[in-house]
């Protein structure tokens, strides 16, 4: 993560790095979406050879699966102070 490294070259004397990473189940807004996505770039997935197409449906059916828990997304938040300023 370059980003806390940056505030401490500008000078910040107290960096502070935030993660927000929620789970979300299968078949939850998030999990559908993130399913929905995979569709268009199936074939896309599939020509890089890292994902075959049984890959992309299990996926698709680890999404709908209310048993399933996934992150889908993170966010991360980096604040800094400098000394003398407020």
Same mark, same amino acid.
């Given at each position: 993560?370059? +980003?806390?490294? #940056?505030?401490?070259? #500008? @000078?910040?004397?107290?960096?502070?790095?935030?993660?927000? $990473?929620?789970?979300?189940?299968? @078949?939850?807004?998030?999990?559908?979406?993130?399913?929905?996505?995979?569709?268009? +770039?199936?074939?896309?997935?599939?020509?890089? @050879?890292?994902? $075959?197409?049984? =890959?992309? =449906?299990?996926?698709?059916?680890?999404?709908?699966?209310? =048993?399933?828990? $996934?992150? /889908? /997304?993170?966010?991360?938040?980096?604040?800094?102070?400098?000394?003398?300023? $407020?």
């Amino acid at each position: 993560m370059k +980003l806390p490294v #940056l505030f401490q070259e #500008l @000078g910040a004397k107290e960096v502070v790095v935030e993660n927000d $990473a929620p789970i979300s189940r299968g @078949g939850s807004e998030i999990a559908e979406m993130m399913r929905m996505s995979s569709i268009p +770039l199936k074939e896309k997935y599939i020509a890089t @050879g890292k994902a $075959a197409p049984a =890959d992309i =449906d299990d996926y698709e059916a680890f999404t709908a699966d209310p =048993d399933s828990s $996934a992150i /889908y /997304y993170a966010t991360i938040g980096v604040i800094g102070w400098k000394e003398g300023v $407020a």
